[in-house]
Nanobody, 127 residues
Framework: QVQLVESGGGLVQAGGSLSLSCAASGRTFTNYAMGWFRQAPGKEREFVAA????????SSGDSVKGRFIISRDNAKNTVYLQMNSLKPEDSAIYYC????????????????????WGQGTQVTVSS
């Protein structure tokens, strides 16, 4: 059974940092790109960042460019999201997901291209 478990969420003040982790189990995802999305109340799910299967290529949404960094450790079947300079508008539930393909590109931001999803972890940024 495939399982993705996010951790690291919490409450932080604006300008602070948080590091999220997503551990995958049930199968190995080293051959697939992985991504992070977020969803705030009343809003659509938003693409945050994605990373290729090898970790050599990344993509990120415009709202987080220069502040969030995605990385992965294939030996641990884990993907990370380092979030810096957090803003109140970054508050949301953050989800990790496994892409259907190894590479990231124009389809990285499309939720329909992801085959597996975690349950999410809440991030709240206070002003």
């Amino acid at each position: 059974q495939v399982q993705l478990v996010e951790s690291g969420g919490g409450l932080v003040q604006a300008g602070g940092s948080l590091s999220l982790s997503c551990a995958a189990s049930g199968r190995t995802f080293t051959n697939y790109a992985m991504g992070w999305f977020r969803q705030a109340p009343g809003k659509e799910r938003e693409f945050v960042a994605a990373i290729s299967s090898s970790g050599g290529s990344t993509s990120s949404g415009d709202s987080v460019k220069g502040r969030f960094i995605i990385s992965r450790d294939n030996a641990k079947n884990t993907v990370y999201l380092q979030m810096n300079s957090l803003k109140p508008e970054d508050s949301a539930i953050y989800y990790c997901a496994v892409h259907r393909w190894p590479a990231v590109g124009a389809r990285a931001a499309n939720p329909a291209m992801y085959a597996y999803w975690g349950q999410g972890t809440q991030v709240t940024v206070s002003s």
